[in-house]
């Protein structure tokens, strides 16, 4: 592993420890030649399956363009980065566990706005309006009334009690 500081391949490991269900390992290592410690976290290598792009386009899984979209969703929001995390895992174990060669881009696209539907409902209409294309507000609040629709009746009445003594 190169040291992200000096660019020595000389450094020694001082910690490991499993995460995400021992899934990936965090090492802590410390660099031999600057002495600057410095983080690294292997995961297993899944074989991804090639992407079709709307366009027909094939390119390869890229966890972290996933991970980017749903980070843009959730900015400023109070989902946390764990949250962010386990949703970016569980669509990438999703789509390994499909077995296939390619998958569609759509497919892909429908599994992220679905999970974030779950998590927060701005963040799933941040998501849904790119991803979606949106074109005019009318697309858009058809999209606001569909996710106020499917809303839970129990939650709108304790927001309603909320707001009322507020």
Same mark, same amino acid.
């Not at 400023?76 to 980065?81: D, I, N, W």
């Given at each position: !592993?190169?040291?992200? *500081?000096?660019? %020595?391949?000389?450094?020694?490991?001082?910690?490991?420890?499993?995460?995400? #269900?021992?899934?990936? &390992?965090?090492?802590?290592?410390?660099?031999?030649?600057?002495?600057?410690?410095?983080?690294? *976290?292997?995961?297993? #290598?899944? !074989?991804?399956? !090639? +992407? &079709?792009?709307?366009?027909?386009?094939?390119?390869?899984?890229?966890?972290?363009? +996933?991970?980017?979209?749903?980070?843009?969703?959730?900015?400023?929001?109070?989902?946390?980065?764990?949250?962010?995390?386990?949703?970016?895992?569980? +669509?990438?174990?999703?789509?390994?566990?499909?077995?296939?060669?390619? &998958?569609?881009?759509?497919?892909? #696209?429908?599994?992220?706005?679905?999970?974030?539907?779950?998590?927060? #409902?701005?963040?799933?209409?941040?998501?849904?309006?790119? *991803?979606?294309?949106?074109?005019?507000?009318?697309?858009? !609040?058809?999209?606001?009334?569909?996710?106020?629709?499917?809303?839970?009746?129990?939650?709108?009445?304790? %927001?309603?009690?909320?707001?009322?003594?507020?």
């Amino acid at each position: !592993m190169r040291c992200p *500081y000096c660019q %020595s391949l000389e450094n020694r490991v001082m910690d490991s420890r499993f995460r995400e #269900g021992g899934n990936v &390992i965090r090492r802590r290592r410390k660099c031999m030649s600057c002495d600057r410690r410095f983080t690294t *976290y292997e995961r297993i #290598g899944d !074989m991804h399956p !090639m +992407i &079709i792009k709307k366009d027909g386009r094939r390119e390869t899984f890229d966890r972290e363009k +996933i991970a980017a979209g749903v980070r843009r969703a959730c900015e400023k929001l109070p989902v946390s980065v764990t949250e962010q995390d386990a949703l970016v895992d569980d +669509i990438e174990r999703r789509i390994c566990d499909l077995g296939e060669r390619e &998958i569609d881009s759509k497919q892909i #696209g429908d599994m992220v706005v679905a999970e974030l539907r779950k998590v927060h #409902g701005v963040a799933y209409v941040r998501f849904a309006s790119v *991803y979606r294309t949106f074109k005019d507000l009318e697309d858009f !609040m058809s999209e606001l009334q569909l996710l106020l629709k499917d809303k839970d009746p129990a939650k709108s009445s304790k %927001s309603a009690k909320r707001a009322k003594h507020n």
